[in-house]
């Protein structure tokens, strides 16, 4: 008690000063927060117009080029299902390829789902159950 009037006596502090400047900067940090961190960021978020909260995407690329966004939502931990039936033989099989990597990387799951479709999963989201295709006679 003594101590804390010493300290008051030689440093007084003002309690409502200190409420107001904090109160800025804490407002400050939120609006500083809503802004993208760059150009690219924000061109990003555009382009794909996918909701934060989706859990799994579906995808018919029409050129090996697209793999990489279906990578990005990989990323952000969303599953992807990726019909090929669009592509050339050659660059579904290279998008099959370039998508194998991304999900060892990721510690996810990739599965042969039909004719041309594949579903791709991050470590985040369970795969129960298999798909028997036609010609999958073990």
Known sequence: MALEKLKNFIAPVEDDDDDEDGADEELEYRQ????PLSSY???RTEVTGVPTNAA?????PRS????EEIARHLKDRRA???NLHRLQ???AQRTIDFL???VFALDGTIQKIGHNVILCAPRNVAVDGEIKLDGDDD
Request: one cysteine or more.
């Open 80 to 82: 992807c299902v990726v």
């Open 100 to 102: 194998t990597g991304v």
């Open 56 to 60: 799994m995407v579906l995808f018919e």
């Open 32 to 35: 500083s927060e809503a802004k």
């Open 41 to 43: 960021e924000k061109k």
């Open 89 to 91: 033989r050659d660059y």
């Open 64 to 67: 090996f080029e697209e793999a």
